[in-house]
C-alpha cells in the first residue's frame, strides 16, 4: 500500500501535472523496487517529485529500467519521458520543449550541408566511379563534379589518394557542398558540450566512430572556428535522416563504408537530452569513408 501511495504520489510532481488514478492492474504489473539514486529533470531542469505533504518520493524501477505512471498517459498529455541508465537520470519533457529542439532552420539562417569530405581506400589501385544524389541544390564541388555521371569518375588508390579523370589532377578527397534540403534532424538525442571542450570531445568521440587522426583532425581543423565560442553546443550525429537525403551510389561497391555527420546546434544555457549511442566502425576491403555537417539556429 505504501509504494502504491508513493507511485500515484508521483503524480503530484511540482511541475503542475494533474492527478491521475491508475488501475490496480497497472500497479501490480510490475515486481519494482523503490531507488533513490536517480535524479529528475523537468524540460532541463532538475526538480525532486514531492508528496503533497512535503515528503520526497522516488519512481520505481523495473529491469533496470525506470517505470513511471506517467508514461501511461504521456502521449494523451502530450509528455516526453526518457528512460536513461547510463547518467542515472530521467527526463520528462514536453511536446513545446521538444518542438523547440526540432526547430527547422530560421530563414534567416539557411541551413547548409557543409564540407562532406569522400575519402577513397581501396585494397589496390582502381578505377572507381562515386555518384551523389542529393535532395537539395550542390552548389559548389571540389574536384568539379560531372553532371553527366552524377559525380565523380576517379583512379583510387590504397592510400587514400585520387587522380580525377576529368582534369587529371591528384585530390586528397572528393568535395561537395548543397543547401535546400529538407532534412529534420532529431535533437532530442546527442550531447551538451561547452565550447571549450569542443576539441577534447570531438577528438575523443570521432575517434571512437572510427575516423584515422588523418580524418578526425582535418574535421575539426574545420568545425573548431565554428564551436569553441558558443557557451555550449548540442551535437547530433545523424544517421539515416541524412544519408537518405544524401545517397551514395559507388562502383565497385565498397565492403565497408562509414558516413559521420554532425548537425549542432549553439546554446546559451546548458539544457539536458537524451546521450547518444556511440558504434564503432571496422574498416574492411574497400572501405569509404565521409564527414561533414550542419549548424542549425
Not at 582535418?218 to 548540442?234: A, D, S
Request: net charge positive; glycine share 6%; with cysteine.
Amino acid at each position: 500500500m505504501k509504494n502504491k501511495k508513493m507511485i500515484i504520489g508521483i503524480l503530484a510532481l511540482s511541475i503542475g501535472l494533474s492527478s491521475i488514478a491508475f488501475a490496480d492492474s497497472t500497479l501490480k504489473a510490475v515486481t519494482a523496487y523503490i531507488n533513490k539514486g536517480l535524479k529528475m529533470t523537468y524540460d532541463g531542469k532538475t526538480f525532486v517529485p514531492k508528496e503533497t505533504d512535503g515528503t520526497e518520493i522516488y519512481p520505481l524501477v523495473y529491469n533496470n529500467r525506470t517505470y513511471l505512471p506517467l508514461r501511461a498517459v504521456s502521449e494523451k498529455m502530450g509528455l516526453t519521458i526518457d528512460y536513461t541508465n547510463t547518467d542515472n537520470t530521467i527526463c520528462i519533457k514536453t511536446k513545446e520543449y521538444m518542438e523547440n529542439l526540432n526547430l527547422n532552420p530560421s530563414p534567416d539562417f539557411p541551413m547548409v550541408v557543409k564540407k562532406p569530405n569522400i575519402y577513397l581506400y581501396p585494397t589496390k589501385k582502381q578505377d572507381t566511379t562515386v555518384k551523389l544524389n542529393f535532395s537539395g541544390d550542390i552548389f559548389v564541388t571540389y574536384p568539379t563534379y560531372s553532371s553527366k555521371i552524377s559525380g565523380w569518375d576517379v583512379t583510387a588508390y590504397p592510400d587514400g589518394k585520387i587522380i580525377n579523370k576529368a582534369d587529371n589532377k591528384e585530390y586528397s578527397y572528393l568535395f561537395w557542398e548543397g543547401k535546400n534540403a529538407d532534412i529534420k534532424y532529431d535533437l532530442s538525442e546527442g550531447f551538451i558540450v561547452e565550447g571549450k571542450d569542443t576539441m577534447s570531445f570531438l577528438q575523443e568521440t570521432l575517434s571512437k566512430m572510427g575516423l584515422t587522426p588523418k580524418e578526425y583532425n582535418e574535421f575539426i581543423v574545420y568545425w573548431l572556428p565554428q564551436m569553441q565560442g558558443n557557451k555550449y553546443n548540442l551535437i547530433h550525429f545523424a544517421g539515416k535522416e541524412y544519408t537518405d537525403n544524401a545517397k551514395l551510389d559507388i562502383t565497385p561497391k565498397p565492403d565497408s563504408m562509414l558516413r559521420v555527420f554532425m548537425a549542432f546546434k549553439p546554446l546559451d544555457k546548458k539544457i539536458e537530452v537524451k546521450a547518444q549511442k556511440i558504434n564503432p566502425f571496422i574498416r574492411k576491403g574497400f572501405t569509404v569513408v565521409e564527414w561533414g555537417g550542419s549548424e542549425i539556429r
